[in-house]
């Protein structure tokens, strides 16, 4: 199809739009906001089959999302920062309930003090919560992503509840040329929606949320542990499969120029993105280097990225958030991937861009050449004034 | 309009809430709510709160409940009832869902009164259509007879001990059933299990509101309040003969007594003391001592100004 410009939270509503899931529950927030109003445009000129309910809370907003998702009704929302937060209770309610709600997560610093621009601390509160996370890095991926995460979440294998997280301001309010897909496609991508139980069947009337003792509560958890298990497949055939109706090839872990490289930087996000342009500026000076960008948090993909990182003589990981007294979140994980690797790469963390910060250009190639030359500490914070 | 139900036909309906649940012996919850669920023959759809009610129906792989049931957290079942009912408004719209359901939310006075109120006033607001039961036994008894905003003057809890300086809660409870009738919503009222026939009329209009409806019930607590299990429908009619908890209702903007309330009213019964209620309940042991007889006096006074304002509202 034509390309055409629009903002990365447009992009998401013109997702949902194609999508028409039979309810959205939501509340606005910075970044985020875009979406439900865009969204509130169509459900006003009658576009949508969607209940559209502009909640009192974000907590609000995820426990109807329950109540929706258990009765049978593909269910999508959005939030942002605080409101992420705010719905902290009820985000492992709906895993444990098995629910396959979709949530866009326009990722932004959490107060105090309160600001509203980038970074990965909501998300990365919300990591334990048995939520898929995928990270998205530009206006085309927030869209793709956008509808790729029904196909996942609703997976019979899975059930699993799933967030789709695109940079605050940087991709959420920035206008980039991306391309659509005809709406018979996207309809057909995602298909109907299924279910094994619903609330609304009178006929066999089923108990939601029970109360579980010692006796039943640990194989309850251990059921979604197990079904996290199925994400990778899962996640790779849609993007097989997706790739078939657009022509863009995703996958869970992206390396760039990495073949033959000493050195990479892991990012999330937008800053993926970035690293691209600085790694052909160090490859056009010589410099073996690559880059790798993460598409999936939760499940980590430890033995895949251990694959992909080992040999490497250094590798930085870039964190947008951090987990004040230990690391950046991303760090600890990709180091315990790389124990049992057979050639560990040298290891350094830099946190960065909290609260909207901007990455520079030269402050990547300075992490370049940190790896290069071994210099740095263990974990190391990029751009701010000490 | 409804039309009152014999018991004889009450009893043929198919039971909704059915035994094996785990509430103490003597509980109001669970009298009322199987009486409530039996003012509708439609098929209903209910959403719980955490307490009490909640724990004990649903101990997993057991569940006392024959309609379908949801339960998600302690605050949000408002929220979440709003949920399925936007569900339903989809599905049928849709053409997926063909049958006339009504939607019923169960909460404690906690869940109601105190940490569940936003997510109530935000769902009436919007107009969803259900009918909201709090089961007031006014505290937290769930986590062991904590104080709420529902919690009478002068009761203890443990977390407000009748101590040789405090006697108790301080506080009057808050008129959440006035908070909520502020919302002007089609139906709202105040019920008791002692007075079936009434609470099931009430029910009935509930479900047939609508849009939001919301029934306040008194629930005696033999725990919570140190009564015989035996004496709670007895209880829950004194806290009517004494005023603590006239029956009412608000229907599309017109507010009206009705059972005993309404015959104290027209000077058909008597209005007992409410030394009568204090002296029937171990919460408020400690107000017969002459240091704390104040108290008393306080509750009283309160009562009846807050009757006479009733009377006045209903225009008797
Ligand atoms: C967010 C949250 N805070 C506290 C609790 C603990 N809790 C569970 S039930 C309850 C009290 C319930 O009181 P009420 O709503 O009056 O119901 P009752 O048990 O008295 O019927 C509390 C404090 C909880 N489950 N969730
Ligand atoms: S503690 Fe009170 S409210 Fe809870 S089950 Fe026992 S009697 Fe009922
Ligand atoms: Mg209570």
Known sequence: MEKVAMNGDQVIALAWKQIDPDVVAAYPITPQTIIVEAFSEYVADGLVNTEYVCAESEHSAMSMCIGASASGARTATATASAGLAFMWEMLYIASGM???????????????????????????????????QIFGENVQEAYDNSIMAFRIAEHMDLRLPTMTCLDGFIVTHSLERFEPLPDEVVKKFVGPFKYKRSLLDVKNPTTFGPFDWTDFYFEHKYQQVDAMRHVIPVMEQVQDDFAKVSGRRYNIIEPYRLDDADYAVVAMGST???????????????????SIKLRLFRPFPAQELAKILQGLK????????????????????????????KDRPKLKNYIYGLGGRDIKPEELKHVYKQLIYNEGELVNFLGVRA | MSTVTSLKVLSEREDRYVEGHRLCAGCAEPIIARQILMATEKPVVVSNATGCFEVSSSIYPFTSWNVPWIHSAFENAAATISGVEAAYLSLKRQGKITEDIRFITFGGDGATYDIGFQAI?????????????????????????????????????????????????????????????????????????????????KSAKGFEANGPAFLNVISPCPRGWRHDSAKTIEIAKLAVETCVWPLYEFERGEWRLTGESLRIAEGSRQKLPVSDWLKSQGRFGHLTKEKWKFVADEIQANVDSKWQELLRLCKH
Not at chain 2, 147 to 162: E, H
Not at chain 2, 173 to 183: E, R, S
Request: charged letters at 20%.
């Open chain 1, 314 to 341: 250094g590798v930085a990981i870039l964190d947008r958030a951090v987990s004040i007294g230990a690391s950046g979140p991303l760090f600890p994980e990709v180091r315990s991937a790389l124990y049992d690797a």
């Open chain 2, 121 to 201: 006033s935000g769902a009436i607001e919007r107009g969803h259509r259900f009918m909201y039961v709090c089961l007031n036994n006014e505290a937290y008894m769930n986590t062991g007879i904590q104080r709420s905003g529902a919690t009478s003057r002068g009761a203890q809890t443990t977390t407000c001990p009748a101590g040789t300086c405090i006697p108790g809660k301080r506080e009057f409870p808050k008129d959440l059933t006035k908070i909520i009738i502020a919302h002007d919503l089609p139906y709202a009222a105040q019920a008791s299990p002692h007075n079936y026939k009434d609470m099931i009329e």
């Open chain 1, 98 to 132: 098995r629910l396959p709600i979709v949530m866009a997560v326009a990722n932004r610093a959490l107060s105090g003090p309160i600001n509203i621009h980038c970074d990965h601390s909501d998300a990365m509160g919300a990591r334990d919560s048995g939520w898929i």
């Open chain 1, 272 to 290: 993926a993105g970035t690293l691209k342009d600085i790694v052909d500026e160090l490859r056009a000076e010589g410099k073996k280097v690559g």
